[in-house]
């Protein structure tokens, strides 16, 4: 996996996983499930997965999709009433991924069409690899051989970071960005302002940083505390709407 991602006791678990899997190592199960709350990393984790399995070459043909995608494609073939150029695609993954699983629940014809990829692929001796929001045993709008599928997957929850992997996902930010204007430079103190008042997902660190960026005239000037407080007000105004 990239050197630059961050781990800690919420995706500790999660990482290792993911790098078993890239590098060709058993994990278990055919089929793994990522699962955890929005904004929590998991599609970061599915595309630097798929950036280490890549380094197998030949040998690993990966097929990434969103649930989105997936389900465009499927509906365009539905439409001309061939399906095949998607089945095609699919069952000739050595590592199948469909991320945002949960947006295909309540769509009976995708999901029979995933479950059946989902079958050749694995009988073919290759990877599934889906991350969602929930566990198997929280799972709505599913069938129940779709329920039953995900529960024999190895589930793995991608967790909300702690204070100090908040801490440290803003500090890297911060850093890189700083690394291309040096006078964007936000002390600890500023970090630690920011990390009082966020809890939960990544997504709403690297917004911080970014907002404080702009603040900041893109960088030109110096952020100071003053700033921090107010991108902090916008963020809590955002949030009561």
């Known amino acids: ?8 006791d919420a995706n500790e678990l ?9 590098i060709g190592l058993p994990v278990g199960t055919p089929t793994t ?14 595309h630097a ?9 030949d040998a690993c043909h990966i097929v990434y999709l969103t649930a989105e995608e997936f389900l465009s494609s499927y509906t365009d073939g539905v439409k001309v009433k061939d399906t095949s150029a998607l089945k095609k695609r699919l069952r000739a ?15 009976p014809g995708t999901e029979t069409e995933l479950f059946q990829n989902i079958r050749e692929v694995t009988a073919n001796g290759g990877q599934v690899i889906l991350a969602g929001d929930k566990a198997p045993g929280d799972v709505t709008g599913f069938s129940p051989r779709m329920i039953s599928e995900l529960k024999g997957a190895t589930t793995v ?5 702690d204070a100090g992997m908040r801490q440290d996902i803003m500090r890297r930010l911060a850093d890189h960005i700083q690394s291309g204007h040096p006078d964007f430079m936000v002390s600890d103190d500023m970090i630690a ?7 939960g997902q990544a997504r709403e660190m690297t917004g911080a940083i970014w907002n404080l960026y702009t603040e900041a005239a893109f960088g030109v000037r110096t952020p100071t505390l003053d700033m921090v407080a107010l991108d902090r007000k916008s963020t809590r105004l955002n949030s009561s709407h």
Request: some cysteine.
């Open 1 to 8: 996996m990239c050197s630059s991602d961050l781990t800690g």
């Open 14 to 22: 999660a990482v290792q996983m993911a790098q078993r899997i890239a």
């Open 33 to 46: 499930l990522f699962y955890g709350l929005q904004g929590t990393g998991k599609t970061h984790l599915m």
């Open 49 to 57: 997965l798929k950036a280490e399995a890549e380094k197998r070459g």
């Open 93 to 107: 993954a050595t590592i199948l991924m469909i991320d945002d699983l949960h947006r295909i629940s309540g769509k």
């Open 157 to 161: 929850e991608v967790g909300e970071p």
């Open 193 to 199: 302002e920011f990390n009082a008042g966020i809890r």
